[in-house]
């Protein structure tokens, strides 16, 4: 026999899969509506939320994404400090993602902090709320920060992509590619004693991997800064697995306490 699932399950999975909107307040007639398939959209249209009414960018064309790239390399490389860093990204419209988002998704927490936190991208209460890790993912991270004796105030929170994905989609390769520039430029400013990456896309871009997070989580790698106006720095960097992955496969949990003590050594060590 089959077991339908109550309705709030399904509101609940629809909210989690970024559907906000079910219906719009005029009818829609799909039949007479042409097919069109545009080759300048960004965002894969078998990737978007279907319920996700937020405009797609077509009043300012992105530029191609070697020069949004390029030019990402060059702000970021040109800001002395956090606050300008996080002034020129606010400027930037480079990355589609920004006229989708409500808002930029800077960081959070302690800059001066010995431990920089590194995400994915922010997801509807952090696009809201305008800070990283504030929706069950971040009360989970705190959760999980507190059980090494750890709060927002010791460590420095952001996300590798600073706006959110339309329905939480994960970034694309190009997407990230852009705004890389940025983050590599936040930590080099932030100047951690550890970086803690969490999740692939996060763990694969910024530590240069290719293996699955499976594999990689509980390992360190040096994180290398660029250093063109500084000196490099190797940072040690331990990936871990993503808190929103933890809340759908609670099991692994366990895996995410071994890393935590990991870290928690290191920092003991001095
Ligand atoms: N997931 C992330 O990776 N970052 C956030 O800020 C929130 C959820």
């Not at 989609?169 to 890389?180: D, K």
């Not at 997070?213 to 940072?235: C, E, K």
């Amino acid at each position: 026999m089959l077991h339908a699932d109550p309705p709030h399950r399904i509101v609940e999975f629809l909210a989690t899969a970024g559907v906000e909107t079910l219906l719009g307040d005029e009818p829609v007639n799909r039949l007479a509506q042409p097919v069109k398939e545009s080759v300048a959209d960004p965002v894969p249209a078998n990737r978007q939320s279907e319920g996700d009414i937020r405009p797609t960018p077509t009043a300012t064309a992105p530029a191609a994404p070697d020069d949004a790239a390029m030019t990402a390399r060059q702000l970021a490389s040109s800001a002395p400090d956090l606050d300008t860093l996080r002034a020129l990204l606010d400027q930037f419209d480079g990355c589609a993602l920004k006229s989708m988002a409500t808002r930029l998704v800077f960081a959070d927490g302690n800059p001066e902090g010995r431990v920089m936190i590194i995400g994915e991208a922010p997801g509807r209460d952090e696009d809201e709320i305008g800070r990283p890790f504030v929706g069950r993912a971040g009360q989970l991270l705190d959760r999980m920060l507190a059980a090494i004796g750890l709060d927002r105030s010791q460590v420095y929170i952001a996300n590798i992509v600073p706006w959110r994905p339309p329905g939480n989609r994960t970034p694309t390769p190009q997407e990230i590619a852009i705004c890389l520039p940025f983050i590599q430029r936040q930590i080099e400013l932030a100047a951690p004693d550890f970086l803690i990456t969490m999740g692939a896309p996060a763990t694969q871009n910024l530590l240069g991997q290719r293996e699955g997070i499976l594999r990689l989580r509980g390992r360190w790698f040096d994180y290398q800064t660029g250093g063109h106006d500084r000196p490099t720095r190797t940072i040690p960097a331990l990936a871990t697995l993503h808190p929103a992955y933890l809340l759908r496969q609670p099991a692994q949990k366990a895996l995410a306490w071994r890393d935590l003590r990991s870290l928690k050594a290191r920092l003991e060590q001095g």
